[in-house]
């Protein structure tokens, strides 16, 4: 009744109403005001569109800030301890009233619109959505159903979806307990911790068929029926479906299935890809959505193309290889990793045991089924490997960076063994990042002061931000430093509880609140700590290091933060090593590292370092991201030429580790990156960042702010990523003109 109520006030009058002193309202409208600026709050809430409107946060944040903070930004949660009247007391007395009902008539506005870029260039699309499988969507820090960068661009690309109005839906899986919180014990050794999400306060309600019944599947296995529940979350104008296998019917095992991400063995593994691929096939049919496309990103989907033959055969009679002919048609896959132990694979046992009721329909034998998995059909002794099946059963694969496509082509030659390794169909489309999710409010509204009107939604053009050259450099400098201002603030807070946390004296304390310097050069490293990473690589001569962050005139210090995998010990070693920093005296003032690295976290530091340092192991990156977000901020890259930055690099917009080679030994290799990492950074970037010019600025540094920003913002965006997947994947798999591939 309450949302009902919003409904019918939700139009322009209301504002005025609202907007007006409460004292003059009747009692009545002061209740009925009451409940419809709760209820549209609550609306806003609920549809993540929020999570890149600085404006609506900014609002949520102001009902109440500290709670705000302690709740994770989870608006849901912190509406939930508000009543009507008590939230219109304190919109009064915040003047919220038609900042409320401004932000609610946006959201009906951006969701009623109809001239989308989608609607010129994507119209073959139609009512047949692509349906955007995976296994992890990082979309905020209050809904944890990401670990790290494959959710976070999952979350991106469907938020850019929504802003490009391509019809998409995702497939996902709801993770109750989520990835792990980190803390670190006073060894500095990590720790691990799963909370249970309420559910009640994430912006989620349960999916329903056509006749409007909550949505129950059911998947047969050899071992019996595995069932979920399909949850609705809106992103945008998107709908994201995930199933969770926390239901009656269940055995306690199954209904723990989905709790937690990347945390079991194979059989937990298996059985969460069968409820990510047969799952969310089945899913989609028992709610009505027929896809036109289907896009597996990464392989953990890989066995959805297998359901959809079966329900080919069983609705239009078609015989297994003609549903395989057609299934394949319409099917797109992405792949992410550059090392081949990084690829899923099952042995025949368990696949026999979760596919077989399957096979059975399809009518092929075990052989058949494993031979989709294997490079060689009939090799017994290779086991069953999702990349192969999302590479064999897709029209159109693609890595995500330039050379990541040459190493996937290279890597999965072998499956074409009559062509030549540049033939091999697997092209790139290069990651890209939700450039109003990843922007701080205040360069956001810098760009609008100089940039063309509109310029939002044409943010992965390239034309849009060349006006960044025409900005008072005086201005980008200051807005930046307000920003690195914040960031010491976060970090300052975040140090010093954590030392709470360890129970450490009042003065280890008080020292962490005064940590770090804002006129001090700013290096930040945030990442998951796989070794590949080489998060140490910079403190391979810790003397060296000492001589430069302690410099008397030109000093430098760092921030890290990262989450080690828990089975990953080396990369938890690591995180001791650099945490444990603190305790010798040559680095306790400059070296930081911050625990539970997760969105805000990286929202945080992304938005207010000086240098992005980003030094993995040529040539295992596949993209990388975080350095993408950074560039919009204003910050500097200072990386391997891997990945994206590969490609992004010319000479001006940043800074390059090494020349774009690797020896075959990994010593030497590291050896020589470390030597070019320290190097660059004492002869280039720190008198570049120090070198003031008589109006007190760094120009040349600013100059490289504006080249990273108008050289890489638009293409490393994921507007310009999801309008190149429409263009090369989605329109020629829905049957549209066929587009050639990028060039490798
Ligand atoms: C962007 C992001 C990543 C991806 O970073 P990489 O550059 O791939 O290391 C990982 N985790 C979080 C929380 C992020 O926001």
Redesign the pocket.
């Known amino acids: 009744m309450e949302s009902r109520l919003a409904e019918e006030r939700g139009t322009d009058h209301s504002d005025d109403e609202a907007s007006g002193p409460a004292p003059e309202v009747t009692v009545t409208g002061d209740e009925l005001t009451a409940h419809a600026t709760y209820d549209k709050c609550m609306a806003l809430a609920r549809n993540t569109w929020w999570t890149w409107h600085p404006e609506v946060i900014n609002l949520f944040r102001d009902l109440d800030p500290i709670r705000w903070r302690q709740l994770d930004h989870n608006p849901i949660a912190l509406l939930r301890e508000f009543t009507p009247e008590r939230l219109a007391l304190r919109a009064t007395e915040m003047v919220l009233f038609s900042r409320i009902n401004y932000a609610y008539r946006r959201l009906k506005e951006y969701l009623a619109e109809t001239k989308t870029w989608a609607s010129t260039n994507a119209g073959v699309l139609g009512a047949r959505p692509v349906a955007y499988f995976s296994a992890e969507f990082?979309l905020h820090e209050s809904i944890p159903i990401y670990s790290?960068?494959l959710g976070?661009l999952s979350g991106d690309h469907i938020k850019s979806a929504s802003g490009l109005a391509i019809p998409l839906v995702g497939i996902g899986l709801f993770y109750d307990q989520g990835y792990f919180k980190q803390h670190l014990d006073s060894n500095g050794y990590q720790q691990e911790e799963y909370f249970d999400t309420k559910v009640e306060n994430l912006p989620f309600e349960p999916a329903v068929s056509p006749a409007g019944e909550p949505v129950t599947i059911g998947i047969e296995t050899r071992g019996g029926t595995l069932l979920a529940k399909v949850w609705l979350l809106r992103v945008g104008r998107i709908s994201l479906y995930l199933l969770d296998s926390n239901v009656d019917g269940n055995t306690p095992q199954d209904r723990e299935l989905t709790s937690r991400l990347y945390g079991g063995d194979e059989r937990i593994r298996i059985r969460q890809e069968l409820l990510l691929g047969v799952g969310g096939v089945k899913a989609l049919r028992a709610l009505g959505i027929r896809p036109g496309v289907y896009h597996l990103n990464e392989g953990h989907s890989a066995f959805a193309p297998l359901e959809v033959v079966r329900a080919r055969m069983e609705d239009d009679g078609l015989a297994f290889d003609d549903a395989m002919r057609v299934v394949v048609r319409q099917t797109v896959f992405t792949t992410h990793t550059p090392v081949p132990a990084g690829h899923d694979r099952f042995d025949a046992t368990l696949i026999e045991e979760h596919l077989g009721p399957l096979r059975d329909q399809l009518g092929i034998t075990f052989q058949q089924l494993m031979g989709i998995g294997r490079v060689d059909p009939q090799n017994d002794g290779e086991s069953f490997c999702m990349t192969v099946v999302g590479l064999k059963m897709s029209r159109y694969a693609n890595a995500v960076s330039n050379l990541h496509g040459h190493i996937s082509r290279r890597m999965w030659a072998l499956l074409w063994p009559r062509r030549r390794e540049e033939d091999i169909p697997i092209g790139h489309i290069t990651n890209g990042v939700h450039v109003p999710s990843w922007l701080a409010g205040q360069m956001r509204q810098l760009y609008d002061r100089h940039f063309a009107h509109g310029w939002i939604r044409r943010m992965g053009e390239p034309e849009v931000w060349q006006a960044i050259h025409t900005v008072d450099p005086g201005e980008l400098w200051e807005t930046h430093n307000t920003l690195k201002t914040l960031l010491l603030a976060f970090v300052r807070r975040r140090v010093s509880r954590q030392c709470r946390r360890r129970g450490e004296s009042d003065d280890i304390v008080e020292a962490a609140r005064n940590v770090l310097d804002p006129n001090i050069l700013t290096i930040g490293f945030g990442?998951?700590f796989a070794t590949y990473k080489r998060a140490n690589l910079i403190l391979s001569d810790l003397d060296r290091l000492d001589r430069m962050l302690n410099s008397a005139d030109r000093p430098v210090q760092m921030i890290f933060a990262g989450k080690a995998h828990p089975k990953d010990e080396p990369g938890k070693q690591f995180i001791q090593k650099i945490a444990n920093l603190r305790h010798d005296p040559r680095f306790a003032r400059r070296v930081v590292y911050i625990e539970d690295?997760?969105?805000n976290v990286?929202r945080h530091m992304v938005q207010g370092v000086d240098v992005w340092l980003n030094n993995p192991r040529r040539p295992l990156e596949a993209s990388?991201?975080?350095?993408q977000?950074v560039v919009l901020n204003g910050g500097l890259n200072l990386s391997v030429l891997d990945g994206w930055w590969a490609e992004a690099f010319d000479g001006s917009n940043g800074f390059a580790i090494g020349h774009g080679s690797s020896h075959v030994s990994d010593e030497i290799t590291d050896r020589r990156d470390a030597e070019s990492l320290y190097a660059t950074l004492e002869t280039r970037v720190i008198p570049t960042y120090y070198a003031r010019d008589v109006d007190g600025l760094p120009g040349k540094w600013i100059k490289m702010m504006m080249s990273s920003i108008s050289t890489c913002a638009w293409r490393f965006s994921a507007h310009r990523m999801v309008m190149d997947y429409t263009r090369l994947s989605y329109v020629p798999a829905a049957g549209g003109v066929s587009c050639e591939m990028p060039d490798p």
């Open positions: 990082g790290g960068g976070v990442r998951r690295y997760d969105i990286c990388g991201t975080s350095g977000k």
